[in-house]
């Protein structure tokens, strides 16, 4: 691929869609650091999650590792190549388990698979009582403030001739307190809960807002950063499994509670993989949410019909499908997708829904890429 011509293209793709007169759709991927590691062909040193997990210094080679292999191999509307200045420094990594952890969740780890945490409450709701996830003193934080310093510390260093970068400033987002007191408590028992202690469910939501707001202003004043923000965007995966009548009663109020301690208004954005679509026009009508990161089971050509054409929508061919093909099928939904009025308003992001697996072909990537440069144009 010629690098320097495909970067100019992503230049002209982004600015027109970010001046409202796209000329075509952009194509980009999910992906993060587990392509590396669960993959025997890029990880040929063995390195475990346990590894990436228990050492910044193996979590920065993963990473930068990772960096290399994306932009030299998944083709996309990213920059490709060597970066001009740096390779856009480290993060603290713990995947989906860094707000479990924070709470006092055990981790365990799994071979060849993400590592996964046990609830904390699973067996006995009251030890809420003990949990002090107080940003003072909580061991977890210490040890990703630990490795930001690390991750500082390296910050100037080459990697292959280029300047690593500085970090990313950690846990300034949250996956969202209905997920993250389903991870704390357990996702069925949570459910039962609803019915069964439904007072209970309100006082978990409740410590699980006021502790990540904490944490999160916590970090931001640390980093001398401004908050609230005219935006902010959170992720919430776990409200696909409840009702819409359920959502407005014990999760919305936490949502607006979040929302309105960082952000100005907005508009705001939000992830959402799953099922979870019957919350959509509560979202935005609610929170001003105008940007939604989709999953793959989501009718996004449904969704804009509910939503409007000036609702930014990001999604969705299904990951399962890239990875395992056949190749004429990915051509098929991308264009499926294209046409199902999604691009109707011009505020349409073609992507996986959501996170590319490990070992999925960078030719059916290619093809999703492809397919999506050719049938996605604007007239």
């Given amino acids: 691929m010629d690098f320097s011509s495909h970067n ?54 993963i990473q930068l590792k990772f960096r290399k292999w994306v932009r030299f191999n998944v083709p996309q509307d990213r920059e490709m190549g060597y970066p ?6 480290c993060w603290v990594d713990f995947q989906n388990s860094y707000e479990a952890l ?11 698979s993400l590592p ?13 009582e003990e949990l002090n996830p107080d940003p003072e003193d909580n061991p977890f934080l210490k040890k990703v403030l630990d490795y930001y310093d690390y991750f500082l510390s390296i910050s100037d260093e080459l990697y292959e001739g280029i ?3 500085k970090p990313q400033i950690p846990l300034t987002g949250t996956d969202g307190p209905f997920t993250v007191s389903a991870q704390i408590r357990g996702a069925s028992q949570l459910c039962i809960d609803i019915y069964e202690d439904p007072d209970f ?33 959170f992720a919430d995966d776990s409200i696909e499994l409840i009702s819409e009548k359920i959502y407005k009663e014990f999760v919305l109020p936490y949502h607006k509670k979040l929302v309105k301690a960082f952000s100005l208004g907005g508009p705001n954005s939000i992830h959402l993989c799953g099922r ?36 930014t929508l990001r999604g969705n061919i299904s990951p399962m499908l890239l990875l395992q093909g056949p190749v004429y099928r990915i051509e098929e939904e991308v264009i499926r997708l294209l046409n199902s009025g999604v691009m109707e308003g011009g505020r349409f992001i073609l ?26 144009r604007y007239n």
């Fill in 8 to 61: 100019a293209e992503v230049k002209e793709v982004w600015s027109s869609y970010y001046s409202g007169r796209p000329i075509r759709v952009p194509v980009y991927f999910n992906m993060n650091p587990r392509m590396i590691l669960l993959d025997p062909a890029l990880n040929k040193e063995g390195v475990s999650f346990k590894d990436y997990f228990e050492s910044p210094e193996v979590m920065a080679k």
């Fill in 84 to 89: 001009e200045d740096n390779w856009g420094g």
């Fill in 102 to 112: 924070y709470f006092g969740c055990r981790l365990f780890y799994w071979e060849e």
């Fill in 116 to 128: 996964d945490i046990e609830p904390v409450l699973k067996y006995r709701k009251e030890l809420i």
């Fill in 163 to 165: 300047p690593i970068g």
């Fill in 201 to 233: 469910v309100h006082r978990l939501m409740d410590f699980v807002t006021d502790a990540t707001i904490k944490r999160i202003t916590y970090i931001m004043d640390r980093f001398g950063l401004e908050y609230p923000r005219k935006s902010w965007g």
């Fill in 276 to 311: 979870a679509s019957h919350h959509f026009l509560t979202i935005k009508e609610e929170l001003n949410v105008m940007d939604f990161d989709t999953g793959y089971p989501t009718d996004l050509g449904e969704m804009r019909k509910v939503l409007g054409p000036e609702v």
């Fill in 351 to 376: 992507c996986d829904g959501n996170n590319v697996a490990p070992l999925t072909p960078i030719e059916h990537l290619r093809v999703m890429y492809e397919t999506g440069k050719r049938y996605g």
